[in-house]
């Protein structure tokens, strides 16, 4: 079976590195972008499984970016999960009508973020 493909979207190197290693460490391959423009690409050049996007990037803003993805017929499918330090009421509704599944609140709880990703990619266990 393939591994499934999570793309982390977050300026933030320690933040990449932090998610790399938890998402590795449970058997996905992971791909990063440091913002929005990048993560565009990199779904052009391999269609991920699912997307952990950040809101606060430098460009274009995970808002704007999850809301370009659910435009766009070849990957409107995709799951995204928000993590941002950004923790108003206001920025969990937004996330959500942009296209969004889920929203974490930064730090985020390892266990729970891997709940989240197993249930949205259909996995059990």
């Known amino acids: 079976m393939t591994r499934q493909n999570i793309l982390i979207v977050d300026d933030s190197p320690t933040e990449r590195h932090f998610l790399s290693e938890l998402l590795s460490s449970q058997g996905y391959q992971v791909s990063v972008a440091e913002n929005g423009e990048a993560a565009l690409a990199c779904i052009h050049a ?14 274009q803003n995970g808002f704007q970016t999850t809301r370009e993805i659910r435009r766009n017929p070849s990957t409107q499918h995709l799951p995204i999960i928000i993590c941002s330090s950004k923790n108003q009421d206001t ?9 969004a599944h889920e929203f974490m609140v930064k730090p985020v709880d390892p266990t729970l973020l891997l709940r989240k990703i197993a249930t949205l990619l259909g996995r059990t266990g």
């Open 46 to 59: 391999d269609l991920p499984h699912l997307i952990i996007m950040d809101i606060v990037m430098p460009g």
């Open 91 to 99: 920025d969990r509704i937004w996330g959500i009508r942009q296209g």
